[in-house]
């Protein structure tokens, strides 16, 4: 993960639209899949020509991403482009994975879908080589267009619902679109999904699909339906075709929901699968449970204490019944949810600050009772008080009696270190107070230490809030971690939290975090510990720092990427890290250090990419990678004046002495540019002022440098240079 910036900086587009106009086609397909991992493609704002270019091309690999990237343009997606992603999407030749992006990327397009695509994409839902996959992207997008969908769309797909012949699947997912529309649904459209509904002989699919349809309408529901699903869900026996569905429907009216629904909803939770059905019967039935669930969880915000009640005494009675262990058999008969303690809580915690005081109060007494279970009390805090306090919505009184909890010796063990950590969720939103106690807690050097643990936990989850005294105990972790790859020379002590944890928690502190810190985020990246994340995390939690990153911290991940046996995940999050800094300020000479490194192997259009990212805040250093750095694809001149290279290679001449290989090589490339562009621009012209300053200077450096191409670039300058003084 990369820090999610809201949009590039100046230097970052700089860098970006250069490596965008580089000539080298995966040079550009390395800046736009970066972009598109920013999720700045529409900010871009690239030019028509170039995505018709990019989804025109041979290369799969760049075809597919222009493809993808171009779902981040959204409405703003040009028609031109909309009509290349139809055609592609419609394409056998292509690969399969190319016609899903193709649709995925129109179904974002919205309202600002053109008329002809509409109708392309209707028509994709009838077409015998659609998959299930494109068929869904496609009736998404379609039910995304709003007031937007045409009278033809809309005719196209009201008639493979009337038509018999149709497909099922393409009338399934035309019905899925429709509904889709919601309160843009036209009267013509209403009409006909009505009808679905009521009709008795048509498929039980497509008459769940306009149950959801007129639930969308809210209160423009036609009483009809409304009148059908109430009697469907008043069935005693759960038997009724369209009860299930008929109680997801009416939840999803919110407060206008039928009084008896969610009461309907708490009873069709309890129905068991059919005791001699087969597995079939099973998975069915597991489907229809999940509905259920889904549908009591939309209701939350509006549940009466009737069924908040009902739900808080299923989790009661199976948090205090012993239960057997989950056997291998039980896992492949694919567990219900509400087989997994704390199902309920789950749906509760959706009530958010509607969530009954009584219930609460319930709730809390069996976490802090001593005869709870272990997996009862952590189901409480993580899948309720946890959620409540990550939504905001963790009433005060449930805060103060977490915190009394954390110093009261006689409180169970488990619940006092549950209790910090969900503290910790409250996040920005803790009191003074709780930042205190959680403190005290971790510097209470005679308290347990999964008690401290757990306090210096939650104090990491306080994000930009986490509490100055959790930093040296944090550092304290990685810097044993390191100490862990020396020989021992006195024992050591397990850490109270793995390393993993502390790396990505140091991020919190962004913009001011110490230099001590960023040594320690540095030795994670050097030494191994943690997991495979680890280095990745480390590298993340430097980037927090955005371009307030020191330059020596640049430098050493710089340094960092030539260490032996750096993995690619590694290597990534330091390229990546130094795309949120840039590498500033940078000398002439560390620009060719950089440059250098192109020459050390096959040109590597990733590298060139990230040196075009990393140097954007000075337009020379962006010119010097175009011009000077190992490329495979010679940029063409264009309007770039030949006495601007050639005063470039000259200003970098004096850093290209042969330190190494790579050296070598950067300066015989930078005498083999010369020779190119006097011969191919400068050929019998005159030399103005500036220009015979630049050869002259030049023509001084090469004779110092013995190689054959110094030799041949010499000859050119001078040249040039009596060519120019004989037409003055």
């Known amino acids: 993960m990369i820090p999610p910036e809201k949009e590039p900086a100046p230097w970052q587009r700089a860098g970006i639209e250069a490596a965008l106009a580089d000539p080298a086609p995966m040079v550009q ?107 869904m992207a496609a009736s998404k997008g379609l039910g995304e267009l709003g007031s ?39 009267p013509q459209a209403r009409e006909v999904m009505l009808g679905l509904l009521l009709d008795t002989h048509a498929s039980l699919s497509l008459r769940d699909s306009a149950a959801v349809a007129m639930a969308r309408l809210g209160p423009q529901m036609p009483p009809q339906a409304l009148e059908l699903l109430r009697a469907a869900l008043r069935d005693p026996a759960a038997s009724h075709p369209l009860y299930f569905v008929a109680a997801r429907a009416l939840a999803m009216l919110g407060p206008r929901m039928p ?57 009661l009675k199976a948090a205090r019944t012993p239960q057997p262990p989950v056997t291998a058999q039980d896992a492949e008969h694919f567990m219900m949810e509400r087989d997994i303690l704390g199902a309920e809580l789950r749906i509760l915690a959706g009530a958010g600050t509607h969530a009954s005081p009584p219930v609460m109060k319930e709730i809390l007494a069996e976490f802090l009772s001593p005869a709870a279970r272990d997996d009862s009390r952590q189901a409480i805090a993580e899948d309720f008080f946890q959620q409540l306090a990550t939504g905001g919505a963790l009433p005060p009184e449930i805060q103060r009696a977490l915190a009394a909890c954390l110093p009261d010796k006689n409180a169970v063990l488990h619940a006092r270190a549950l209790a910090a950590q969900t503290l910790g969720h409250l996040g920005a939103a803790a009191s003074p107070e709780i930042r205190h106690a959680l403190v005290a807690l971790h510097q209470d050097q005679a308290a347990d230490e999964i008690l401290r643990s757990s306090a210096l936990e939650a104090m990491t989850h306080l994000g930009a809030n986490m509490p100055a005294e959790a930093v040296p ?13 020396a020989p021992p020379s006195a024992p050591r002590s397990v850490p109270l939290i793995p390393v993993e944890f502390a790396v990505p928690a140091l991020g919190n502190l962004g913009e001011k975090m110490p230099s001590e810190v960023q040594e320690a985020l540095l030795a994670a990246m050097q030494h191994p510990m943690g997991n495979a994340q680890t280095p990745w995390d480390a590298a993340y939690a430097l980037a927090q720092m955005g371009d307030k990153l020191p330059p020596q911290v640049q430098q050493r991940l710089l340094a ?23 590498i500033h300020p940078i000398t002439d000479a560390q620009v060719a250090e950089l440059l250098a490194k192109t020459y050390a192997g096959e040109p ?34 264009g309007d770039t004046p030949p006495q601007s290279i050639l005063g470039l290679i000259s200003r970098f001449w004096p850093h290209s002495a042969g330190i190494d290989a790579s ?62 003084e004989k037409a003055r």
């Open 473 to 485: 105990a944090l550092v304290g972790i990685i810097t044993q971690a390191a100490a862990e790859t």
């Open 259 to 315: 009084p008896e629904v969610p009461q309907a909803l708490l009873a069709a939770y309890d129905v068991q699968p059919p005791a001699q059905g087969g597995e079939d019967a099973r998975k069915e039935h597991l489907l229809l449970h999940e509905n259920i669930a889904h549908a009591l969880k939309l209701t939350a915000p509006h549940m009466p204490q009737a069924v908040q009640q009902g739900l808080l005494e299923r989790f």
């Open 604 to 637: 590597d259009p990733e590298l060139r990419f990230y040196l075009h990212l990393w140097l954007g805040r000075t337009p020379a250093h962006l010119q010097a990678v175009r011009w000077l750095g190992s490329t495979q694809t010679d940029p063409p001149l």
């Open 29 to 135: 397909y390395h800046a736009l899949h970066y972009c598109k991992r920013k999720k700045w493609v529409a900010q871009l704002h690239l030019p028509t020509t170039q995505w018709l270019k990019w989804l025109a091309l041979p290369d799969r690999d760049v075809r597919e991403l222009a493809t993808s990237a171009a779902a981040q343009l959204g409405a703003q997606m040009p028609p031109e482009v909309q009509h290349a992603l139809a055609r592609l999407q419609h394409d056998k030749g292509a690969e399969i994975s190319a016609r899903h992006a193709a649709t995925e990327a129109l179904g974002r397009v919205g309202g600002g879908m053109i008329p002809e695509v509409q109708l392309e994409m209707a028509a994709l839902l009838d077409q015998p080589q659609t998959d299930l996959e494109q068929r």
């Open 663 to 724: 050296h070598t090589a950067l300066r015989h490339a930078m005498a083999r540019r010369t020779s190119q562009l006097i011969t191919t621009h400068l050929k019998s012209r005159p030399l103005d002022e500036p220009l015979r300053k630049v050869l002259n200077t030049l023509a001084t450096q090469l004779a110092e440098a013995p190689s054959p191409d110094c030799a041949t670039a010499l000859r050119a300058v001078q040249a040039a240079l009596a060519a120019g």
């Open 560 to 582: 960092l990427l030539d260490a032996p046996g750096l993995t690619w995940q590694t290597r990534l999050a330091i390229d990546q890290t130094l795309g949120v800094s840039g």
């Open 148 to 186: 937007a969908m045409t009278a033809a769309t809309q005719e196209a797909l009201l008639s493979l619902l009337k038509n018999p012949q149709a497909p099922a699947e393409a009338a399934f997912h035309a019905a899925e679109a429709v509904a889709g529309l919601g309160a843009s649904m036209p």
